[in-house]
């Protein structure tokens, strides 16, 4: 009994970083399969990728091994100690039927389940188990296992001990293989209570981006939807609020009836160009094109002088300056700051900015992209024609007009975790995300 209790003591103390969570993966929408999954940790930025068909174990590294390490290498069981379920690995030397057994620390028997087991690792998920220590029992044709952990939940005692995979290999934190029948693994990645995950799930041409702090376990649901441009381009697509955004900056070169949008490179033919237009960032597409996307001016965004022309695709549109508005508030900016002509709110703006040094310049303020927008600094080309600010500004058109010469934009940028509103020249070249 003082083992018991000693054991329930080094728990408690541990349980704050220790988690075990199995995320499974769902499609619906324009395809109800999911073909492959990106995982991107928003605080730490370790990524894992995954078939559409495995199971993403997120694993803590504290409050497991102090039994663990106490166990036969043909089965473990993890996180140990279990708060409300833990994963149980039993290595069996040979494929045939096998009875796997529970008993309390007394000996009493408290349940038992018969399963088909290959000569690979097989999976084992364990729930139910009231507070205590417990041995389990795996014996086979020839072979015979045990192990033990401790329970510190509050289950009411119905013991559930469910095949959570069959015929598993084991796999690294970043590898996994797939036969013609699906799927041979799990994938693990360690996780800390409270991490932002960014989910990017994709099914042929559909790509969809979720955010979440996953707290137990769950089926993640990737709803996809239709956004091809004129050019055939593919865009991930991310919900944010009631609105459904493109997640990567629009670069098409044509609009969405097929007809072109004339490139226009020379300073002077820029220069107070009004009619459409787009371009390059320093005229060069190979560098800048498939990151940042294109930079249009603003007659080439907006339907009313352009001959009603549209170059977001089929059922999207350049968001107005009330949409964009209405993105802001969602994310925590209140009216009145909505309203004004200057940088606004607090963080709103590093909730839309991709984390990291990949493509914003230090300091990259605020940013977390918890809202999934991932938002890149693709720079402007201003109204004389020159190009500024790759790696440092988001410049964004709204297809609102503030005046007869001026319309609505938006500014990000790595020195500041808010967003600007104000209206600049048409004839600027800026980059492009469209809502549905």
């Not at 072109?260 to 459409?276: A, D, K, N, R, Y």
């Not at 703006?349 to 605020?366: A, I």
Request: aromatic share 12%.
């Amino acid at each position: 009994m003082r083992s018991i209790l000693f054991s329930i003591t080094i728990f408690y103390t541990l349980t704050s970083n220790a988690q075990n969570y199995l995320i499974t993966f769902a499609g619906s929408g324009a395809s109800s399969a999911v073909v492959t999954v990106k995982v991107e940790n928003l605080m730490t930025g370790a990524t894992v990728d995954l078939a559409g068909n495995d199971i993403l174990h997120l694993t803590g590294t504290v409050g497991i091994y102090s039994i663990e390490n106490k166990q036969s290498a043909e089965l473990k069981i993890y996180p140990n100690p279990m708060i409300e379920n833990s994963l149980m690995e039993v290595y069996p030397p040979v494929s045939g039927d096998a009875v796997i057994t529970v008993f309390d620390i007394t000996g009493k028997q408290l349940s038992q389940t018969q399963s088909y087991l290959e000569k690979s690792m097989q999976e084992f998920r364990l729930s139910g188990f009231k507070k205590g220590l417990y041995i389990i029992n795996v014996r086979g044709d020839r072979y015979q296992i045990s192990g033990r952990f401790l329970s510190a939940g509050q289950s009411n005692g119905t013991i559930n001990i469910e095949k959570v995979s069959n015929n598993i290999q084991p796999t690294d934190l970043k590898k996994f293989e797939i036969d013609s029948k699906g799927v041979k693994g799990t994938v693990n990645m360690v996780y800390t209570t409270g991490d932002r995950l960014k989910f990017t799930g994709v099914s042929g041409n559909y790509s969809t981006i979720m955010t979440d702090i996953p707290a137990s376990d769950k089926t993640i649901t990737f709803n996809f939807i239709a956004c091809t441009d004129g050019d055939n381009n593919n865009y991930p697509v991310v919900q944010i609020g009631t609105q459904t955004w493109m997640a990567k900056n629009l670069k098409t070169i044509k609009f969405n009836d097929g007809s072109s949008i004339p490139l226009v490179e020379g300073v002077s033919e820029w220069v107070g160009l009004t009619t459409p237009g787009y371009c390059w960032y320093n005229n060069n597409k190979v560098s800048y094109g498939d990151i940042y996307g294109a930079l249009y001016n603003w007659y080439a965004v907006s339907t009313t002088t352009n001959g009603g022309k549209n170059v977001c695709p089929v059922g999207w549109h350049v968001p107005s300056d009330a949409e964009w508005k209405q993105l802001e508030i969602h994310l925590g900016m209140s009216q009145s700051d909505a309203e004004k002509i200057e940088w606004r709110g607090t963080n709103e703006g590093g909730k839309l900015k991709e984390t990291g040094y990949d493509h914003w310049e230090s300091p990259n303020t605020g940013a977390d992209n918890s809202s999934g927008f991932t938002a890149l600094p693709g720079g402007y080309r201003w109204s004389d024609g020159y190009f500024v600010g790759a790696g440092s500004y988001s410049l964004f058109w709204s297809d609102t007009e503030y005046n007869a010469t001026f319309a609505w934009k938006r500014t990000l940028r790595n020195m500041y975790s808010g967003s600007y509103r104000y209206y600049n020249p048409k004839a600027g070249g800026f980059s492009v995300r469209c809502t549905k």
